[in-house]
């Protein structure tokens, strides 16, 4: 399991022998320059500090450099820390700068370094800066707390810039250019932490954190069933059919690995809830999950909408999409709802032939624009029952 020794960036994580720190993403990064340049805007001082609130719930405070106060347009920034889990961000200064508009509302420009959106499919519309939504909800919110802090309208039309020199030459070695995005970097970050991934620790803390479950069912004399989620989106879409989405066990990008394990630890049943960009992977027989070691997404895709007859030119389209949020918009437009209960099923049989049939493994598929797409026929079952675990 996890130890935190401190709150927030700069926590240690402990993983066997190991700590490792924490840090914070540039989602954060790009929150706090924001209120930095918002204070400055207004006041014409430029703070040292702000302080920013999280979406998991913890507060940071961000030191502000190269800070250019103004009456027109004011800037700062801060410096992105990975923690033990640097990227190629890692380091790098993030600037936001702002400027009343005259209108109402907040308003988004990528600056110098960050990327605009060309394609649809993404969560931002084409045309749009490449700032995430959680990154943006958090940017609104401290444009909003300097505004009311200074006895300003939270509602005064602010345009904020964010830039990232040096972001356009990181972006040309990442996926960015394949997803459509483009001119440099996206501002990403769901939580604001950043918790080191080194794959070597992720790998041994969720087998422990598996370890500790199955002790924990046994001496409860409860079997040994359990929720297996990607990630967060999972983790929400786990509660939002009334499973406690802190049951759930994140398991990353390591489906066959924690497949293996659960086999290992004796476990009976799993059940598997997560999003069609990751678990279409594991319909074509991929179980490590990463864009980078796998990324056949649209070609599974295409390969299954073609057993079901579509024609040359639909195949053409998904084969097109940057994503599968994109390639879903085709797949419904085209009549083939069918696909998406053809890919749970073969998501389940895979599974099933990984454990050798050991483990009943039930499954849920969603994507987060058009909610659920289909479960296996156990799958309620299952769901009923971490349910009922949870209002016990």
Known sequence: MNSETEAGAGRL????????????????????????????????I????????????????????????????????????????PDATDGLLIYASAEYTGGHGIEFA???????????????????????PVPRQMIEHEVRRALDKIGKNP???????????????????????????????????????????????????????????????????????????????????????????????RISNYAGFMLD?????????????????????????????????????????TANAALLGADRDVLAKIMECPTTAAAADIIREAGLDDLWQVLADKIRLRCQRRVFGEIEVGVVLFERGYGLLAQTENAAGMIDGAKAECEA
Request: some cysteine; proline content about 5%; glycine content about 14%.
């Open 13 to 44: 994580i402990r993983v066997g022998d190991k700590m490792l720190r924490c840090g914070y993403t540039t989602g954060s990064c790009a929150a706090a320059a924001a209120q930095g340049a918002v204070l400055m805007l207004a006041t014409g």
């Open 110 to 132: 990528a600056g110098d370094g960050v990327g605009t959106v060309t394609k649809k499919g993404l969560q931002i519309p084409p045309g749009e800066p490449a700032i995430n």
């Open 261 to 301: 394990e659960a086999r290992s630890l004796g476990f009976t049943k799993i059940l598997l809830v997560g999003d069609l960009g990751k678990l279409v992977k594991i319909a074509g027989g991929c179980f490590q999950t990463h864009s980078a070691v796998s990324d056949a997404r649209v070609e599974i895709l």
């Open 46 to 85: 430029a703070p040292e500090s702000v302080t920013i609130d999280t979406p998991s719930g913890q507060e940071l405070r961000l030191q502000l450099e190269d800070c250019s106060p103004g009456a027109l347009r004011a800037s700062c920034a801060v410096r992105k820390d990975g923690g033990d889990d």
């Open 155 to 249: 509602d005064a039309g602010i345009r904020i810039t964010v830039s990232v020199p040096g972001g356009a030459e990181i972006a040309a070695r990442t996926f960015n250019p394949r997803l459509g995005i483009e001119g440099g970097l996206s501002i990403l970050g769901t939580s604001g932490i950043v918790v080191p991934m080194s794959e070597d620790a992720l790998t041994e803390s969720m087998r422990l954190e598996l370890s500790v479950r199955k002790e924990k069912r046994v001496s409860d004399g409860k079997p040994l069933s359990v929720v297996y989620v990607p990630g967060n989106y999972g983790a929400d879409f786990a509660g939002s059919l009334g499973i406690d989405r802190d049951s759930a066990v």
